[in-house]
């Protein structure tokens, strides 16, 4: 079965900073894999995507993620931190090949707070 | 866009009552979802559906039920609520064709008391 791990349950950066959000998956087969973010009080908004393409993926906002087989890891990353980069982040993994019966398989989120 | 819409942003029922959580979304996709979201567990499925009158449970179905009689519209029912449905409900929907992504509804925070 699919799942993902969400390695930090928070993350604090200074604004300017890098940013790594880390995420490790495991899957019997090529997963699909996705971040989502939250800001407080609104929905979940799509960053990046993974299937089967580009290993590196870029995303809104400045975001990246690397997706590392012999790592079985999704990392996110963002050069330099932004106010309001303050959100909760899913990391996520797709049960299906895109089939009819897909689902979403979320990690438990790691919430990045931006110091000034 | 696809738009994907809950009915009520927020809701407080009480202990025992039949509740319904209404989802819409308008752009004809197949397969719709509804999670749970609780802090530190992230989102969790309770039930799916990938065709009208169609449903399957997902991890955590107990004490929910589904409903889905028109393709736009995927209702969640708690038969007899009880506190520990306190939570946020998010409804998704999804399309295999296309871009591939699922778009989310706002949320609906439920309070049971």
């Known amino acids: 079965a699919q799942s993902v791990t969400q390695l930090d349950s928070h993350v604090s950066v200074s604004e300017g900073t890098p940013v790594l959000l880390r995420c490790n998956y495991s899957?019997?087969?090529?997963?699909?894999l996705f971040w989502y973010v939250q800001h407080p009080n609104k929905g979940l908004q799509l960053l990046l995507k993974y299937t089967s393409a580009a290993t590196l993926v870029k995303g809104i906002n400045g975001f990246e993620a690397e997706f590392k087989k012999s790592e079985t890891s999704f990392h996110l990353t963002k050069p330099s931190a932004h106010m309001s980069d303050a959100a909760e982040y899913f990391c996520?993994?797709?049960?299906?090949?895109?089939?009819?019966?897909?689902?979403?398989?979320f990690g438990t989120g790691t919430l990045l707070a931006v110091q000034p | 866009d696809v738009k994907v819409t809950q009915s009520s942003r927020y809701l407080v029922k009480r202990t025992g009552e039949k509740v319904f959580l209404e989802c819409v979304q308008d752009m004809d996709h197949e397969n719709m979802f509804w999670y749970r979201q609780d802090p530190g567990l992230g989102l969790r499925l309770i039930y799916f559906s990938y065709d009208v009158k169609m449903k399957e449970k997902g991890d955590i179905p107990e004490g929910y039920s589904v409903s889905r009689e028109k393709k736009e519209r995927f209702s969640l029912i708690l038969e007899s609520a009880s506190t520990n449905q306190t939570s946020m409900y998010l409804c998704a929907s999804y399309t295999p064709t296309g871009y591939y992504g699922y778009t989310f509804g706002s949320g609906t925070r439920l309070t049971v008391v």
């Open positions: 996520v993994v797709s049960d299906g090949y895109g089939g009819a019966t897909n689902k979403l398989i």
């Open positions: 899957s019997s087969y090529s997963p699909s």
